[in-house]
């Protein structure tokens, strides 16, 4: 019962804006941390950004920093990742995380993930 569904994933010129959701199942958010991560072919998973569900303090990777923001609704049990200033590297398949169990906040121990959401930036 545990499920993580991520949306908002599209097309979009370079400089543009997207904003991602992710649903959780109540006993899913209501673990500590959640985190976005993408992948692009080739390369490796890189987490993006996290959020401290409890307190709502936030980490981001140096790459994003200044133009994503992660937040979270706890009433509607989702976590968003507004994406603004897009560039081409920024294409992607975006996964949302829940439950860290090991290593650091954007690491790769979070013990449930969703199935991800195309983001296509073109220059």
């Known amino acids: 019962q545990v499920q993580l569904v991520e949306s908002g994933g599209g097309s979009v010129q370079a400089g543009g804006s997207l904003r991602l959701a992710c649903v959780a199942s109540?006993?899913?958010?209501?673990?500590?941390?959640m985190a976005w991560f993408r992948q692009a072919p080739g390369k490796e998973r890189e987490g993006v950004a996290a959020?401290?569900?409890?307190?709502?303090?936030?980490y981001y990777a140096a790459s994003v920093r200044g133009r994503f923001t992660i937040s979270q609704d706890n009433a509607k049990n989702t976590v968003y990742l507004q994406m603004n200033s897009l560039k081409f590297e920024d294409t992607a398949m975006y996964y949302c995380?829940?439950?860290?169990?090991?290593?650091?906040?954007?690491?790769?121990?979070?013990?449930?993930w969703g199935q991800g959401t195309q983001v296509t930036v073109s220059s």
């Open positions: 109540e006993n899913t958010y209501r673990r500590n941390y």
């Open positions: 959020i401290v569900s409890s307190s709502g303090s936030t």
């Open positions: 995380a829940a439950g860290l169990s090991s290593g650091g906040i954007l690491g790769n121990g979070y013990n449930y």
